[in-house]
């Protein structure tokens, strides 16, 4: 159910952002469990609190994390391949690391930083988060994580 949830919410978000925007911004919506991780370039300041404003209004959003860059032009084919490239390698390290639940996080790359979401303890946002860092090609990190207890992460 939240994985329909959270799939409705990128497809509304996203229609949203196309009709007010059209071709004048890059956006990327990606939602886990109703928290809304927003990025790509838009051209000024009004633009990325307009679109984050946009982006709340839709159904079953609980927080948007608005990570827009302003910037003169969009990101470069060669840009988001190297994107993908890292997003791959990091989803890899994080199948690989056999002490925590790789399924549990959504990541996201953008211009060489690396979103980490998910509804993780402590120890696996940790985990994940020195994985990610590990990786090559990545120049920054940023957590948007739903903490839960070790005990509920059992009940997963």
């Known amino acids: 159910g939240s994985q329909l949830n959270d799939e409705g919410i990128e497809i509304r978000a996203k229609n949203r952002l196309k009709e007010k925007f059209g071709e004048r911004g890059n956006f990327s919506v990606t939602s886990y469990n109703g928290r809304v991780l927003l990025t790509g370039e838009v051209a000024g300041n009004s633009d990325k609190l307009a679109a984050e404003q946009l982006v709340f209004q839709v159904e079953n959003v609980k927080l948007v994390v608005n990570e827009l860059t302003v910037a003169g032009s969009t990101s470069t084919l060669q840009e988001r391949t190297n994107d993908t490239l890292i997003t791959s390698r990091v989803k890899t ?36 988060t020195e994985i990610a860092r590990s990786t090559g090609g990545v120049v920054k990190v940023v957590r948007s994580f739903e903490f839960i207890s070790e005990e509920d992460a059992k009940q997963k």
């Open 93 to 128: 390290g994080l199948i690989e690391a056999k002490d925590i639940p790789s399924n549990a996080f959504k990541v996201v790359t953008e211009r060489g930083v690396v979103y980490l979401m998910g509804r993780v303890t402590q120890r696996e946002a940790d985990r994940a």
